[in-house]
């Protein structure tokens, strides 16, 4: 995939997690108001309206955590397990808060159960004289049927940012277990290096010195001395063809460099002999023939 479909998961990840902010923000401005009309005009506030606040709060929360961490942990499996942990009991919570809401799925016409509670659409609560305005049970209604909208919407983010968080975090072991290469155009990217890395991200590695050098060359030392060589003026050759002077298989014998050359009757060429002149020396490739 790659440094830009690693890119382009972080990207789809923030929108995720965008729409999960603003759901949960919307849930808990609602309810907020709920629970400031309740209490300042001295009405029952139950556990379930407390809970959805709450829930509401910490989707808030962890929303925002989660844009923050999102551009320097994003993969790593150990905070990927976290967040789909976390996103699944956030499904879970908000499965509670949709069904919290669920008389909110009516016309909001007629006989209506709201948080503020039981009476006609157009009627109000009953209350103590406060600062908050009191809604209708036709408007607390509504405000019901939004919250259970975006409840649903919540829910099916939150899956999304499951299968998200999956994908970054298979891409990020590939890029760490893989490294540069031809189809990352050899960029080290965000999965190796540790978190200043993945914030400061370093470009394309370059080759030093070292790796551009040449094989080192064969030393004598290293040279097998058992076989057998002669000097470059003879050339050893087996051979047992000993008529046709100019088989491949024939032994070679060059002249030259101070050596005295013979006739050899058997075979009809120039040979050397084994001795040498005493004016001839060979040493670390120099001929001295002074």
């Known amino acids: 995939m790659g440094a830009k479909g690693g890119i382009a998961l972080k990207f789809l ?34 556990n379930q309206v407390r809970a959805v606040a709450g829930i509401s709060g910490a989707g808030v929360l962890y929303s925002i955590i989660g ?29 509670y808060v949709a069904v919290a809401n669920k008389n909110g799925a009516s016309s909001c016409t007629g006989y209506l159960d709201t948080p503020f509670g039981k009476g006609q659409s157009s009627s109000k609560a009953n209350g103590s004289d406060g600062f908050t305005a009191l809604p209708s049970f036709h408007t607390a209604c509504r405000l019901q049927s939004a919250c259970l909208g975006v409840a649903i919407i919540a829910i099916i983010f939150f899956v999304l940012s499951i299968l998200t968080e999956i994908a970054l975090a298979r891409h990020h072991n590939k890029e760490k277990r893989f490294g540069p290469g031809p189809n990352n155009n050899y960029t080290t ?13 370093r470009g394309t590695k370059r080759a030093g010195p070292e790796e551009n050098a040449l094989p080192a060359h064969t030393t004598p030392e290293q040279l097998d001395h058992t076989r057998q060589s002669y000097a470059t003026e003879t050339t050893a050759v087996h051979s047992n063809d000993h008529t046709n002077p100019y088989s491949a298989d024939y032994p070679k014998q060059e002249t030259g460099y101070g050596y005295p050359t013979t006739q050899n009757a058997a075979v009809g060429h120039p040979t050397t002999t084994a001795a040498t002149p005493q004016n001839y020396r060979y040493g670390d490739g120099v001929y001295d023939r002074a």
């Open 67 to 95: 844009l923050l961490l999102l551009c320097c942990l994003a993969g790593i499996m150990f905070t990927s397990f976290i967040a789909i942990v976390l996103d699944v009991a956030f499904i879970g919570a908000f499965i």
């Open 13 to 46: 990840q923030w929108f995720i997690r965008g729409v999960q902010l603003l759901a949960s923000a919307l849930i808990l401005g609602v309810y907020a108001y709920f629970l400031a009309a309740l209490h300042n005009h001295d009405l029952n506030i139950t």
């Open 189 to 201: 990217g965000y999965g190796s290096g540790g978190l200043f890395n993945r914030i400061f991200r």
